[in-house]
């Protein structure tokens, strides 16, 4: 049997390992001529194991065996490998492309980027991967949600703000495994938060929420037998007050909105006017006094959403778009519309509005 060697420009992904249970070592190259500072060139060997010799010395050559390794996508440093039969370079190239060709038939035919999960995995690449996942971006089409923009920046710049906070205190976020996130990791977060800030404790509240979340979906994405850090963060007290206005300051709110008092400056440094004023505001605004409804929902109704029972203006339907955006598309035919009585202010409302002349219409 003749010692197994490797060329300076290999095939990517091949080497040697040497199963000899003292050794174990895989070697990447066998020889390289390494140029001297008077031009001339020697040659350099990596070093047996076992001996610490040059590796073309070693005497368990026969322990030699060509192996491949690919790197799965998706993940940090995950691979995938296989130990050749080739006895010679060029057998073991041939080897290495069925492998590879098999591979990504299998990974392509059978799998996605999001199943395969490095063993170790780094704090940052989880959440870059969690900010992917709130995107739909490599996910499965069952499992896809509509999130909006916003959510997901806040939820991104809450992540971002726990990494700031671990980097004042001498962290590298970079280097620590997101298994490795402690009660001391925690507590410098809760600092943060609360240190030179005015933060409320809604906004505290929130802010670990996010934190909460991130790390139950690790857990499970990754499949980390670790208890959630933030398992243990007491909600902070919230008091919640809820101003009402009378009729009669409605109305006089209702009787300031115009194109006058509608313009703002906008713009640190290229102040700019801009007419905030819109025809329908007022309308917009009585709407969700008489209905209820969401703003969102508000902006899309319909004229043709009032119904009539035995002739006479009864109901509205309105889509719950809440639950609708809960449930994901494909999951969200059968969501139960709101229904929103009409009451004789409505009524008046709506004919004030021009039911006559837009009934029916879309």
């Known amino acids: 049997m003749k010692r197994k060697k490797l060329p300076n420009n290999k095939h990517n992904g091949l080497s040697i390992y040497c199963s000899k249970s003292k050794c174990d070592r895989h070697f990447s190259w066998t020889h390289v001529n390494e140029k001297q500072e ?3 060139f020697v040659k350099k060997e990596p070093h047996c194991g076992i001996t610490n010799k040059k590796l073309s010395s070693c005497r368990f050559y026969e322990k030699h065996k060509f192996i ?24 073991a190239v041939v080897e290495a492309i069925e492998f590879e060709n098999e591979f990504k038939k299998e990974f392509k035919v059978s799998s996605t980027p999001t199943e395969f999960v490095s063993k170790r995995c780094f704090l940052i690449n989880a959440q870059a991967r969690y900010i992917e996942v709130l995107s739909n971006i490599n996910v499965p089409d069952h499992k896809k949600k509509v999130r909006s923009k916003d959510y997901i920046s806040e939820e991104k710049s809450r992540l971002k703000e726990f990494n700031e906070a671990l980097v004042k205190n001498g ?10 996130i402690t009660d001391h990791h925690v507590g410098i977060y809760h600092t943060s938060i609360l240190k030179g800030r005015e933060n409320k404790n809604r906004t505290y509240n929130n802010k670990v929420a996010s934190l909460k979340r991130f790390f139950n979906w690790a857990i499970k994405y990754y499949k980390l037998k670790i208890v959630n850090p933030f398992d243990e963060v007491n909600k902070r007290a919230e008091v919640i007050r809820k101003d009402t206005i009378t009729g009669e300051e409605y109305k006089r709110l209702l009787a300031i909105i115009s194109p006058e008092r509608g313009i703002a400056i906008v713009g640190l440094k290229d102040k700019q006017r801009k007419q905030r004023y819109k025809l329908y ?28 029972i035995k002739g006479e203006l009864s109901y509205i339907e309105m889509s719950n778009l809440k639950v609708e955006r809960q449930l994901g598309e494909g999951f969200n035919e059968n969501v139960a519309l709101k229904i929103i009585p009409i009451t004789r202010s409505l009524l008046k409302l709506l004919y004030r509005m021009g039911y006559e002349k837009y009934k029916d219409s879309d």
């Open 68 to 91: 491949t390794r690919i790197h799965i996508p998706g993940t940090y440093k995950g691979r995938k490998s296989k130990t050749l039969d080739a006895s010679n370079y060029v057998e």
């Open 38 to 40: 008077d031009g001339s």
């Open 281 to 308: 505001l007022k309308d917009g605004i009585e709407l969700a006094l008489h209905t209820g409804g969401r703003r969102e929902e508000i902006v899309v109704l319909k004229w043709n959403m009032i119904k009539s």
């Open 171 to 180: 962290v590298n976020k970079r280097m620590i495994l997101i298994d490795r």
